[in-house]
């Protein structure tokens, strides 16, 4: 059974940093994997999705790293600003199993200003 | 408007009432889903839907029922709604298998 963590769970920083946001899965068949953004209350947006085949995807200053064989995706934010503040998820697309997204838990981001 | 709907966006019902979500989506994408989340367990599925007429069960399908007889509907119904269906519902749609999802805003509904 696919399991995706999400790690760490909540994460504070002062706004400029650079940070970083891990995931790992358990499964390697995967179609892709996609990060999303989630405000308090609202619904999900994408960020990036990157395919199986893919070692990495950019959008302004969001970076995310796929390695399929280690089970691993980081989501690299650059010089962190507060309306960066959110829940960051991310979840892996099932290979022959309708594409089906298994989510992580989270993280929880607080950028202070 | 373009994109994926739901409706209500909130909902109150009692116990033992029969209550349905919607979920319409202009892009004539083949994949529907159905999440639901709560604090603690993070988004699980409840049902997908990889065509019209053809749906499958997710993680979490007691107590639920889906149809899909149009492309662009996928509701879901709560045969006889418990506290425990207290959550918030997300739609999602895709054009296919290895494609991204787009998820509506969600429906947040309270059992009383």
């Known amino acids: 059974k696919q399991e995706v963590t999400q790690i760490p769970a909540a994460l504070s920083v002062p706004e400029g940093e650079n940070l970083v946001l891990n995931c790992s899965f358990t499964?390697?068949?995967?179609?892709?994997l996609q990060w999303f953004r989630q405000d308090p209350g609202k619904g999900l947006t994408s960020l990036l999705l990157?395919?199986?085949?893919?070692r990495e995807q950019t959008s302004g200053r969001l970076n995310a790293s796929l390695d399929k064989s280690s089970g691993r995706s980081t989501l690299y934010i650059a010089a962190s600003q507060p309306g960066d503040s959110a829940t960051y998820l991310c979840a892996v697309a099932l290979y022959n199993q309708g594409g089906k997204l298994i989510f992580g838990q989270g993280t929880e981001l607080s950028v202070k200003p | 408007d373009a994109g994926i709907t739901q409706s209500p966006r909130y909902k109150i019902t009692e116990t033992g009432r029969q209550v349905t979500l919607m979920c319409h989506q202009t892009?004539?994408?083949?994949?529907m889903f159905w999440y639901r989340q709560d604090l603690g367990h993070g988004l699980r599925l409840i049902y997908y839907s990889a065509a019209a007429d053809i749906t499958d069960k997710g993680e979490v399908p007691d107590g639920y029922v889906v149809s899909r007889s149009k492309t662009e509907n996928f509701p879901l119904t709560l045969e006889s709604a418990t506290r425990s269906q207290t959550s918030v519902y997300f739609c999602?749609?895709?054009?296919?298998?290895?494609?991204?999802?787009?998820f509506g805003s969600g429906t947040r509904l309270t059992v009383v």
């Open positions: 892009w004539s994408h083949s994949y």
């Open positions: 499964d390697s068949a995967i179609y892709n």
């Open positions: 990157i395919q199986s085949s893919q």
């Open positions: 999602a749609s895709s054009p296919g298998q290895g494609y991204g999802y787009t």
